[in-house]
């Protein structure tokens, strides 16, 4: 891999040496490298300020045949294209254009005793971009099969993700919610990570097969959702849901009120004050205490709340039957409106 600093650095001290500007395009004529400029025409003006060319320059170049050329040409001056004489060096990938280095020659001191310097710099850039396209177009495979097996089981999609990457087929996944370094982007601002360590902590859990990424996906999706539902987990993972690992399972024709027809009562009143409250004495317990400073309510507005809720679900809070359906009523219809 050349990296673009040293393409840079090879630019600049090619002008230097040459004692005229350089400059290196794309073959769209966007300009990736240059050198300090000092005096230049209309057109390099143009390319480097405007970041395009004329459709007179652009003519040119076809003209001139620049694109098929195969080494170092010549350009004579074009002044209705505002365009001194300068040298290209088309750059190369076998068959491939990938751009144009010019060295220009305003005054025509450059020459061809000059050209083993300025094609050994044009060499390095196409390297470069080379390198650069190649792994473009790995990173497009790459995402193209993460977002197959994202979408499910796909055996194929995995042996080919698993050869791209030469990675061994033991290979395992783990999925972060937050994209995290060194992982592969996901949808939803997630991150696919490869054979993590032992004490990775994921979002998705233990780590599944590589042809298994759906499932640590949709892992990671619901302990998001969990988190948003107001869980107090111990850590912000599939590993740490607990009992709410029953509440992610529920099939969707299992109703709120199929559990506990009081939390439908709560969800309807005018405020959440009633419902937020049955949440939290229920998560802690029955503990007036806890429950109060979780709240950040005085002891007595507890105890009129409390009175209200029993009054319109038949369910007592402090003690009594019905407090665990109602306390999975609560989560599960949280669960669900934490949904995105």
Same mark, same amino acid.
Do not use: F
């Given at each position: ?17 040459? +004692? ?5 395009? *794309? /073959?769209?004529?966007?300009? @990736?490298?240059?050198?300090?400029? !000092? ?43 505002? #365009? ?6 088309? =750059?190369?990938? !076998? ?17 061809? /005793? ?21 792994? *473009? ?7 193209? =099969?993460?977002?197959? @097996? ?20 033991? /290979? ?8 995290? $370094? ?7 601002? #997630?991150?696919?990570?490869?054979? $993590? &360590?032992?004490?990775? !902590? /994921?979002?998705? +859990?233990? $780590?599944? $097969?590589? +042809?298994?990424?759906? =499932? ?35 099939? &969707? ?16 009143? &005018? ?48 003690? !009594? ?20």
């Amino acid at each position: 891999m050349t990296a673009s600093a040293d393409v840079q650095e090879a630019v600049d001290k090619l002008a230097v040496s040459l +004692g005229h500007p350089v400059l290196v395009e *794309d /073959a769209r004529h966007r300009p @990736l490298w240059w050198s300090a400029q !000092g005096e230049v025409d209309g057109t390099r003006l143009r390319t480097i300020m405007q970041r395009e060319v004329s459709s007179a320059a652009a003519a040119v170049v076809v003209r001139l045949g620049l694109p098929r050329a195969q080494g170092p040409v010549r350009v004579p001056a074009v002044p209705e294209a505002e #365009m001194l004489p300068r040298w290209c060096v088309p =750059l190369r990938a !076998g068959r491939d254009l990938l751009g144009y280095l010019w060295v220009l020659n305003g005054d025509e001191l450059v020459t061809e /005793a000059d050209l083993p310097r300025i094609v050994a710099c044009a060499d390095l850039a196409a390297m470069s971009l080379a390198w650069s396209r190649s792994q *473009d177009d790995h990173d497009r495979r790459r995402a193209a =099969l993460l977002a197959r @097996l994202e979408a499910g089981p796909d055996d194929d999609a995995a042996r080919e993700l698993i050869a791209l990457e030469q990675l061994d087929p033991s /290979a395992t996944v783990v999925v972060q919610a937050s994209s995290a $370094p060194g992982g592969w982007k996901l949808r939803g601002g #997630m991150s696919a990570h490869v054979n $993590p &360590p032992a004490a990775a !902590g /994921a979002t998705s +859990g233990r $780590p599944v $097969p590589v +042809g298994d990424l759906h =499932l640590a996906v949709t892992r990671a999706t619901a302990t998001l959702q969990v988190l948003r539902a107001g869980a107090a987990l111990s850590r912000p993972s599939w590993d740490a849901l607990g009992a709410w690992h029953l509440i992610v399972a529920a099939p &969707p024709d299992l109703s709120v009120a199929d559990i506990h027809p009081g939390a439908d009562v709560l969800a309807r009143q &005018p405020k959440p004050d009633l419902m937020i409250t049955a949440r939290a004495m229920l998560d802690h317990g029955g503990d007036i205490t806890r429950t109060a400073a979780a709240l950040h309510i005085h002891r007595t507005t507890l105890y009129y709340r409390l009175d209200r809720i029993e009054v319109l679900t038949g369910v007592s809070l402090r003690s !009594g039957p019905g407090r665990g359906d109602l306390h999975v009523a609560l989560r599960l219809a949280a669960y669900r409106a934490a949904a995105r």
